[in-house]
């Protein structure tokens, strides 16, 4: 069996952030912060089963050729295992978008589980040889193990080794049978409770969007003190409430722009501008054109 990853014909744009936490086992990280999709891609032999987590944005696998797309939304996750032929990585990524993928040897992932292999159902005899699909949702927990993992900040002598550890936490939770998973207390999330009142945030200023509440108005909806919101808020989704809010309000006027059903004034007031010039000028910022000779660019 093979034990080592074939890195020879990656052709990714932008190359992952790659890392080997074990013989058989890698940590591959990827933040899209540009305006544009960004296409990567590694070959993955048969023996490695593959761990994917979309913590910010969206993303697509494409295969064959393009005959076939999975789409891996925002906290969203998915298992792809095929035993009978190499299912190589072909992402495209969105702007703006975070994906994080865990490459485990089946020799390895079999000794994690070796007392427990039963409960794996893809671990069966029945389905050793069989390929293994399936998506699932982030959940709180695992939440802020991927954020830690994407966003590392510590000494770079030690990230093999905290990888390693966050890895396989990460696993531990994404098979863990119980809701009572304990969770690794954060300085400012004590507990998942916590996690899934931010994301309550997050859903109320995109719901919102063109009058969102203020900061403190949000922290009192959600019932968090405003300290914990905005720590909590730039942890998990990397950016502060106000500039997540324009980056989504942004991408919303620039599909909209696209569709060709409103004007520039009508774009502007449906994501939040009184006036057409204050629009004009926070589309320019975010994407260096104003948005009338955009939407030039799209019929030329």
């Known amino acids: 069996m093979k034990d080592e990853i074939n890195t020879s014909k990656s052709?990714?744009?932008s190359p992952f952030d790659e890392t080997r936490v074990d013989d058989g086992a890698l940590v591959l990280t990827y933040k899209n912060e540009s305006n544009k999709v960004q296409s990567l891609a590694k070959e993955i032999d048969s023996d490695y089963i593959q761990f994917h987590f979309c913590v910010k944005g969206s993303s697509r696998f494409v295969f064959n050729e393009g005959r076939y797309i999975l789409n891996i939304l925002e906290e969203n996750s998915l298992l792809l295992y095929n035993p009978q032929r190499d299912l190589p990585i072909n992402l495209q990524i969105d702007p703006n978008s975070w994906i994080v993928s865990i490459l485990i040897s089946i020799k390895n992932f079999h000794g994690l589980f070796s007392q427990e292999a039963d409960y794996i159902t893809?671990?069966?005899?029945?389905?050793?040889?069989?390929?293994?699909?399936?998506?699932?949702?982030i959940s709180p927990s695992m939440a802020?193990?991927?954020?830690q993992l994407i966003n590392y900040n510590l000494n770079q002598s030690i990230k093999n080794l905290y990888y390693k550890g966050k890895a396989y936490e990460l696993l531990s939770l994404y098979f863990n049978r119980s809701e009572d998973a304990d969770v690794e207390q954060c300085p400012f999330l004590v507990d998942e409770t916590n996690v899934i009142k931010i994301r309550k945030a997050k859903e109320i200023v995109i719901a919102r969007m063109a009058e969102p509440p203020s900061l403190q108005e949000l922290a009192d909806e959600i019932g968090l003190n405003l300290k914990k919101?905005?720590?909590?808020?730039?942890?998990?989704?990397?950016?502060?409430?106000?500039?997540?809010?324009?980056?989504?309000?942004?991408?919303?006027?620039?599909?909209?722009?696209?569709?060709g059903d409103d004007n520039v004034n009508e774009v502007g007031l449906k994501v939040g501008y009184s006036t057409s010039s204050h629009f004009i000028a926070a589309f320019k910022k975010k994407y260096g054109t104003t948005p009338k000779k955009y939407v030039m660019s799209l019929s030329s």
Do not use: C, P
């Not at 802020?144 to 954020?147: A, D, G, M, R, Y």
């Not at 808020?233 to 569709?259: N, T």
């Open 11 to 13: 052709v990714a744009q």
């Open 122 to 137: 893809f671990l069966s005899d029945d389905n050793k040889d069989k390929k293994y699909y399936k998506d699932g949702v």
């Open 144 to 147: 802020i193990v991927l954020n």
């Open 229 to 259: 919101l905005k720590e909590g808020f730039k942890q998990i989704y990397g950016d502060s409430v106000f500039s997540f809010l324009f980056d989504y309000k942004m991408e919303v006027a620039r599909k909209l722009l696209e569709s």
